[in-house]
Nanobody, 124 residues
Framework: VQLQASGGGSVQTGESLTLSCVCSRPSFSSFSLAWFRQAPGQEREFVGGINWSGRSTIYADAAKGRFTISRDNAKNSVYLQMSNLTPQDTAVYYC??????????????????WGPGTLVTVSS
């Protein structure tokens, strides 16, 4: 299983950005998926996740109200829409897949497959 995230870049405070992640595996629709991020000098942290059907999502407190996760199983893709970005959102963002698609997990160790990450830089 290969995951490839894209869409990172440099934005100003208050702007929006959407990240995409494409999965190479046809059984993508059975996975739960998550976005994590790692800021410089910080540990990797959970941003949000989505179950296999897309009907259920959970978010970290820092993402609630500003970030939205969605998926398109027909395109083997998951998305992270980010709005009202601040410099504190600067990080490398990773998408990750959990083979058990029903329950969304927030722990790093629950995710088997990871993409290489895409850098988001927010300047003030």
């Amino acid at each position: 299983v290969q995951l490839q995230a894209s869409g990172g870049g440099s934005v100003q405070t208050g702007e929006s950005l959407t990240l995409s992640c494409v999965c190479s595996r046809p059984s993508f629709s059975s996975f739960s998926l998550a976005w994590f991020r790692q800021a410089p000098g910080q540990e990797r942290e959970f941003v949000g996740g989505i179950n296999w059907s897309g009907r259920s999502t959970i978010y970290a407190d820092a993402a609630k109200g500003r970030f939205t996760i969605s998926r398109d199983n027909a395109k083997n893709s998951v998305y992270l829409q980010m709005s009202n970005l601040t410099p504190q959102d600067t990080a490398v963002y990773y998408c990750a897949a959990n083979l058990h698609g029903i329950q969304i997990k927030s722990e790093i160790e629950e995710y088997t497959y990871w993409g290489p990450g895409t850098l988001v830089t927010v300047s003030s």
